[in-house]
């Protein structure tokens, strides 16, 4: 059977009632999505089924804590199976990890939408955001043997190159730049300046969206939205498409939607478009 192209967006939507009251159902009319990954939902499953409207397939994995947190995947189809857990049982149900299985022709693809921790440097948060990196990284390999076409999608709050963030020098010492987060994406991906960095390197993952920009700065996925940050651009690059190798060598398209200005944004992140060969 021939591959078809399936396309798989993510973006944190820091709350879903907000962005589609402030447009993000006009930009997902017209962006041709199949699976469609949401981090910080805030909202009930039933909320969130209203706003796709029926053509959707919804899963949700609400946060423990009303109001905070939660992912979901929604796709076109149905999924074959969903998973939740993740380490230790207190990730199981925190509304940060939700795998799952996608038929797409004679193959399956298992995306997960994740949201890590934005962690807080020399407090309990960091703490928190460790033992979720620690559980990711041990997910991993795993998610690997279940299905080579596998990837991870998603808000994950590292910026792991001081080319994923404009202000690098200023954030050294505050979480989402730290050493120690930085060394995860090291063994995910591979070290900078390693020869096979984002090629092998690590535990073989792919950082799809440097990958695709390569040695540039950004492109940027998150701004404050405060002062003048978006219109200098002056973001993060912590949205990501991380692929297992089998996945990542079937990409045919990769784009950042930022928005044309800082009025017409309905989140804080913006959305990153891949599409992959499947089928």
């Known amino acids: 059977m021939a591959q078809r192209t399936v396309r798989l967006a993510t973006v944190n939507v820091n709350g879903v009632r907000a962005a589609f009251r402030k447009g993000m159902g006009a930009w997902l009319d017209g962006r041709g999505v199949d699976i469609l990954a949401l981090q910080e939902v805030r909202a009930d499953t039933a909320d969130l089924e209203a706003l796709l409207g029926p053509e959707w397939s919804v899963l949700h994995d609400a946060a423990t804590a009303k109001g905070r947190a939660g992912v979901a995947i929604a796709s076109r189809g149905k999924a074959e199976i969903h998973r939740v857990a993740i380490g230790e049982e207190d990730f199981d149900t925190a509304g940060r990890w939700l795998e799952a299985d996608y038929a797409v022709g004679d193959e399956v693809v298992t995306v997960v939408s994740a949201y ?38 998603g ?41 096979d960095y984002n090629a092998g390197g690590g535990i073989g993952w ?45 990409v045919d398209a990769v784009v950042v939607d930022r928005a044309p200005t800082r009025d017409e944004r309905w989140s804080d992140h913006t959305p990153v478009v891949v599409d992959y060969r499947v089928g």
Do not use: C
């Open 155 to 195: 808000d994950l709050n590292v910026a792991h190159r001081s080319l994923d963030i404009k202000n690098w020098k200023g954030n050294l010492k505050n979480s989402g730049f730290l050493p120690e987060e930085r060394a995860y994406w090291d063994r995910f991906v591979g070290a900078e300046g390693a020869p």
């Open 206 to 250: 792919v950082d799809v969206g440097r990958r695709a920009a390569g040695e540039v700065q950004g492109p940027y996925t998150w701004w404050s939205w405060r002062g003048q940050t978006f219109a200098n651009d002056a973001g993060w690059r912590i949205d990501y498409h991380l692929a297992s190798p089998a996945l990542a060598d079937r």
């Open 116 to 153: 890590v921790h934005s962690g807080e440097a020399g407090s309990p948060k960091q703490v928190e955001k460790y033992r979720f990196l620690d559980a990711m990284e041990a997910r991993l390999p795993e998610l690997v043997a279940h299905n080579p076409l596998a990837v991870v999608v």
